[in-house]
């Protein structure tokens, strides 16, 4: 890990205090990343209600360029030389990192909790586009939701590394985690009021490792 992907990570607990206590945590779960970035794995991240909405969000932060350009080598620019478009592609195009929110597939979602049952749908995803390169990010304020808790089974069953986002309280998903990185709250809203910062600076530190210069 780069002196300068640290220092991002440092940085989160001068700005939230509460936070400092999960600072080795947050180090360990960029590094699984990292490690599976460079191996050819992806992210995989699955949440509800809100928790959801942050896995669309992290999605965002880590597909395009966060607050760097990530723009293509000329040497990745020249795959593009023989195409009409090759001007609005390569000035458009931005380098990203692999990763899919597990409840952004809404079609695939309803079909299999009517014909299955619903608390397997993200196991279901973890085993379908699951690698063993890959990574799952399992948000949980509570740490035990059911369907979360099936995914994280799965998911080390075939030998996938998971990263836990929870609250204070031991939960279920922990014992499957490689680690587990906890806002210091225990109300839902409170800990994803913590979540937010806390994958903020995941995905500072990985743009960083793989874009900064």
């Known amino acids: 890990m780069k002196d300068s992907t640290k220092k991002i990570i440092e940085e989160l607990s001068n ?18 990343l990292i490690n599976s970035y460079k191996n050819g794995g992806k992210l ?10 942050d896995a669309l969000h992290i999605v965002g932060e880590l597909m395009k360029g966060f607050i760097k350009e990530r723009t293509l080598s000329d040497e990745e620019a020249n795959a593009y030389n023989n195409l009409p478009d090759k001007e609005l592609i390569c000035t458009s195009l931005q380098k990203g990192l692999p990763a899919i929110a597990l409840n952004s597939e809404s079609a695939l979602f309803t079909a299999y909790c009517n014909d299955k049952n619903p608390d397997m749908v993200f196991a279901q995803q973890v085993f379908g586009y699951g690698k063993n390169e890959d990574v799952l990010l399992a ?31 031991t939960g279920k998903i922990d014992e499957y985690c490689e680690t587990v990185i906890k806002a210091p709250f225990t109300g839902a809203y409170e800990v994803q009021e913590r979540h937010l910062p806390i994958y903020h600076c995941i995905c500072l530190a990985l743009e960083e490792e793989f874009f900064g210069e």
């Open 15 to 32: 700005r939230y205090p509460d936070l400092k206590n999960q600072e080795e945590n947050i180090i360990s779960a960029v590094t699984i």
């Open 139 to 169: 948000i949980s304020t509570s740490g035990n939701s059911k369907n979360i808790v099936l995914a994280c089974e799965v998911a080390v069953a075939n030998g996938i590394k998971i990263i836990g986002l929870t609250g204070n309280k």
């Open 44 to 53: 995989l991240i699955c949440g509800n209600g809100g928790s959801a909405a």
